[in-house]
């Protein structure tokens, strides 16, 4: 069974401060999507990482995913206060559906 | 906005009742996936629709039951709830239903089902 693990699980940062968050799966995938949530909101979709060595950039958010370390990486640059939220990975399985498997979410909280 | 609508937005009701939970698609979109998140268990996917056919399960309890209609709307009928089904209810939709390069899905705002 596919496992998503993320850490930090919990993140409380500086504003200004960089920081990465890591999401590990347990099986083969090329398709890894970030997303983030408000608390009580809706997801909202970040990046879409659609192969090896992928690397996304959207302001102050990077992502990466390295499908032989089975690693993706959602890097904070200089952060800010409105970047405060919980952050989800999801790999997509392929075949013949695309349910995702979300990993466990870390709530990053950016202290002004 | 997404594209993808929910409703009702909050659903109070008691254990042992039944409760619909309806989901209207991005246009064009022809894949609707349910997903529920809780405090214990996160976010799980449920099951998966495409052009009106089941496409995959998840976790979905044997109490839960869904379909996707001729207009592509899906229904999530939830029964003999239980206090620990109170959670939220996503639904998500997306162009394809899988065999593809990607489908990237869209999620809605949510339901909110609280079981007293």
């Known amino acids: 069974e596919l496992k998503v693990e993320q850490n930090p699980l919990f993140l409380s940062m500086q504003e200004g401060k960089n920081y990465t968050i890591y999401c590990n799966y347990s099986?083969?995938?090329?398709?890894l999507y970030w997303y983030r949530q408000d608390p009580g909101k809706s997801l909202e979709s970040l990046f879409v990482?659609?192969?090896?060595?992928a690397v996304k950039q959207e302001g102050r958010l990077m992502a990466s995913l390295d499908t032989k370390a089975r690693l993706s990486t959602l890097h904070i640059t200089a952060a800010v206060h409105d970047l405060s939220a919980t952050y989800f990975c999801?790999?997509?399985?392929?075949?013949?559906?695309?349910?995702?498997?979300f990993g466990t979410g870390t709530l990053l909280a950016v202290q002004p | 906005d997404s594209g993808v609508t929910q409703t009702p937005k909050h659903l109070i009701t008691a254990t042992g009742q039944r409760v619909t939970l309806r989901c209207s698609p991005r246009?064009?979109?022809?894949?609707v996936y349910w997903y529920q998140q809780s405090l214990d268990q996160g976010l799980q996917f449920l099951i998966q629709?495409?052009?009106?056919?089941?496409?995959a399960k998840g976790n979905i309890l044997e109490r839960f039951s869904a379909q996707q209609f001729p207009d592509l709307h899906s229904e999530l009928n939830l029964s003999s709830l239980e206090l620990g089904d109170s959670a939220l209810y996503f639904c998500?939709?997306?162009?394809?239903?899988?065999?593809?390069?990607?489908?990237?899905?869209?999620f809605g705002p949510g339901t909110r089902l609280t079981v007293l």
């Open positions: 246009s064009g979109d022809l894949s």
């Open positions: 999801a790999v997509d399985l392929r075949g013949a559906t695309n349910k995702l498997i």
């Open positions: 998500a939709s997306s162009v394809g239903g899988g065999l593809a390069a990607y489908n990237e899905q869209f």
């Open positions: 990482l659609l192969s090896n060595g």
């Open positions: 629709y495409y052009n009106g056919e089941e496409r």
């Open positions: 099986t083969t995938s090329d398709r």
